[in-house]
């Protein structure tokens, strides 16, 4: 049976490794968690020759710069790279660096070097440094740092194949391990390495090493061999810290001589264009000016570009659903398909073309360069609010999912400015709330208005997440007065140069997200539109066939057609089915609010998901519908009214549901995520609580505008 091999693609953050682990893969991949955190882990399957080899699983870890962490990605790294039993220890290692700044990523290529496993060095965009006048002597190269040498581009694909030549190798045997280690060590670590390899099964002496330095938080240890390594380590004086900065400073005075002799040619300012762009979009007035009016075009975009698509699907459910109900005989089977599932499910995929504009946009500017300047830009504002420059990625990441938001809060160093990031960025409206944005903005301004040669509803849409952002900040300066720490604020990151953007990168980049949507999603509105049908479909024994025959009686007196006495009788027994009822249960506390028991059903549901109040919606009114004309959610909703005539959906209502929206904890996936990263409920429970009583006071504030107005 041939080996199977597990190969690491390592490198600094923004080093271009997903472009070349997507030329590598292609499709042929998948997304999990390392075990025990919620990191990210790509596995995909690496093309060889003519076939795909089954034998060789690449996988994509986190980005960093060295194997001495300060960040919870870093540190996953670390982990796995310091114990050769775990599960994903590699047996080789693709070491991708950006050619056009390789002097700060050779030092974790000399660390993973003293590893002893095989390395191949991916030295990527290639025609860059070329452009740049920075040439290489590659053998040069490969001759002193003891690797083979691949120089290649990701985004153009050049010399994959040669890539792919070099890994293949390794099935045949022919990458061997490193002739001898980079870093010689000093007595005080060569003794207490050989302490761990006595407690610790270890591969090599600089692993060793790294578990001395590591092993108070590495969770392979036990207690037994910490206690152990602990003691040599206070024997021999090992001083932590100060032999890390020793060792990075020997690396780099001898890595600098050895690249100074492979560089071939360098010429003038290799960034100019970088540092001309950057006068303009870091400067101090027009940088955040452009930064704001860059998110606002990418919401507008959000209505404008995605009109068609949701037009295209909407018809389609429409069509289907009236297929099911006009060609399966009239009975519970089709309407569970037709009034159930169809219209539940619909109530989303309709959405999709939003979401996947919105995932597609926000990967365009992170390929770019220019969230990594968004980050600088903003860092000194941001600590004034107790966050960092790396909180505002999270934030803006918000907009597409507040779960893979929060995770990326890993990489902020300073305890505090994490933990208040990751309470405050549900405030920033994600993708899951635009379906119920986009229902109720139809309420607030038409389709066709526009101000300023701008869309009326991308001027709502905007201001919506202008007051999700806004009441962040607030609520992450009051949190900063009472959340202690010791720790200070501190920002280190590495401004890659300006490149465009790779379409295939970001292509499968939406491909990802919106599947992972799709998929989650759809699980939970399936669920719950399961449930609803049921409760709508059923009541307690009699209910619905009285208030059948009560509706039937009531539009005979009124004298209405059938289309008309079909609807009455649809919502009669609505009304008095198990869904009903529940909606009745819960109406006198949310009346005063200006929402009806329909409405109220709907906010229950969504906790599940917040975009589960579209497919609620649209579930309840299908049922509640025996019209044959398919109109829109929002049309429906407007032609309902209170037992007094009065619109039950007014501005007021609707306005009122958009706020409850931005402030409201409507996600039970975000609530498990920030327990698991804060690693307790209590923040969970707290940040549900806190968001729960800043969207009472929100609907209570537009309900006593209504009344005010009205007067």
């Not at 960040?71 to 080789?92: R, Y």
């Not at 490969?142 to 390794?170: Q, T």
């Not at 790294?210 to 938080?217: I, N, P, R, S």
């Not at 009285?546 to 919502?571: F, H, R, W």
Request: aromatic share 10%; net charge neutral; hydrophobic share 50%.
């Amino acid at each position: 049976m041939e080996k199977k091999y597990s190969i690491a693609l390592i490198g600094n953050p923004n080093a271009g490794k997903s472009s070349i682990f997507n030329q590598l893969t292609g499709l042929r991949q998948k997304v999990a968690n390392f075990p025990g955190v919620t990191v990210d882990k790509k596995v995909g399957k690496i093309t060889i020759g003519q076939g795909v080899s089954s034998n060789f699983d690449l996988i994509d870890f986190p980005g960093t710069y060295s194997l001495y962490p300060t960040t919870s990605d870093e540190k996953v790294v670390a982990a796995i790279l310091s114990n050769c039993q775990d599960d994903n220890f590699p047996d080789a290692i693709i070491y991708v660096a950006d050619a056009t700044n390789l002097e700060k990523h050779l030092l974790l290529l000399t660390q993973l070097k003293d590893l002893n496993l095989p390395v191949i060095f991916a030295l990527n965009m290639i025609d860059l440094s070329q452009k740049q006048q920075v040439f290489y002597d590659f053998h040069k190269l490969s001759e002193d740092f003891g690797v083979p040498v691949v120089p290649v581009s990701g985004k153009f694909g050049i010399n994959i194949d040669m890539l792919r030549a070099e890994i293949e190798k390794l099935s045949l045997g022919m990458l061997t391990e490193p002739r001898k280690p980079f870093y010689q060590l000093n007595n005080a670590e060569m003794e207490v390495s050989r302490v761990v390899t006595e407690v610790v099964s270890v591969q090599s002496t600089y692993q060793a090493l790294l578990v001395a330095h590591h092993f108070k938080w590495l969770p392979h240890l036990n207690n037994e061999q910490k206690r152990k390594i602990a003691a040599a380590v206070e024997e021999e004086n090992f001083r932590d810290l100060a032999f890390q900065i020793e060792e990075t400073m020997k690396r780099y005075d001898k890595f600098q001589v050895m690249l100074k002799k492979a560089v071939v040619k360098s010429t003038g300012d290799p960034h100019p264009i970088t540092a001309r762009i950057d006068r303009v979009l870091t400067h101090r007035i027009l940088g955040p000016c452009i930064f704001f009016l860059t998110m606002f075009l990418v919401f507008q975009s959000i209505f404008t570009l995605a009109q068609y698509p949701m037009d295209w699907i909407d018809q389609g459910v429409a069509f289907l659903a009236e297929f099911v109900k006009t060609t399966l005989p009239e009975n519970w089977f089709s309407s569970l398909l037709a009034d159930g599932l169809l219209a539940g499910l619909g109530g989303i995929v309709v959405f999709i073309p939003q979401i996947a504009i919105l995932f597609f946009l926000l990967t365009l500017l992170e390929e770019t360069g220019y969230m990594a300047r968004v980050v600088f830009m903003f860092d000194h504002l941001m600590q004034k609010f107790g966050l960092n420059g790396r909180s505002l990625i999270a934030m803006v990441s918000g907009g597409a999912c507040a779960i893979p938001a929060i995770m990326s809060t890993r990489t902020i160093e300073n305890r505090k400015e994490r933990l208040i990031t990751i309470l405050v960025t549900p405030l920033i409206s994600c993708s899951a709330r635009i379906p119920v944005f986009a229902v109720l903005v139809a309420f607030v301004v038409p389709a066709d208005m526009y101000w300023l040669g701008f869309k009326a509803q991308g001027w709502i849409f905007t201001g919506l997440y202008l007051l999700g952002i806004v009441s962040a900040l607030l609520l992450a300066f009051l949190l900063k007065l009472f959340i202690p720490s010791k720790e200070t604020s501190s920002l280190m990151m590495e401004l890659p140069d300006y490149r465009l953007p790779i379409l295939r990168n970001a292509l499968i980049m939406v491909r990802e997200k919106v599947m992972t949507f799709i998929v989650e999603a759809g699980k939970v509105i399936l669920a719950i539109s399961l449930v609803l049908w049921l409760l709508s479909s059923f009541g307690p024994a009699g209910s619905l066939q009285n208030a059948e025959m009560e509706a039937l009686s009531k539009a005979q007196m009124l004298q209405l057609d059938p289309i008309e006495t079909g609807d009455l009788v649809a919502s009669s027994k609505i009304e008095a089915s198990f869904a009903g009822q529940m909606g009745k249960w819960i109406e006198p506390a949310i009346k005063p609010l200006g929402f009806d028991w329909k409405i109220g059903i709907a906010l229950i549901t969504s906790f599940a998901a917040r975009e589960v109040f579209v497919g609620t919606m649209a579930t309840i009114y299908s049922i509640g519908s025996a019209g044959e004309n398919q109109d829109s959610l929002h049309i429906k909703m407007q032609s309902e009214l209170w037992p007094d005539g009065t619109p039950i959906y007014t501005v007021a209502t609707a306005v009122s549901l958009l706020v409850f929206y931005v402030f409201a904890m409507q996600c039970m996936s975000t609530m498990a995520v920030v327990r698991r990263e804060t690693g307790t409920w209590k923040w969970a429970i707290f940040q549900f609580i806190v968001m729960g009583l800043m969207a009472y006071v929100g609907l209570s504030d537009q309900v006593k505008g209504e009344r005010l107005w009205m007067r």
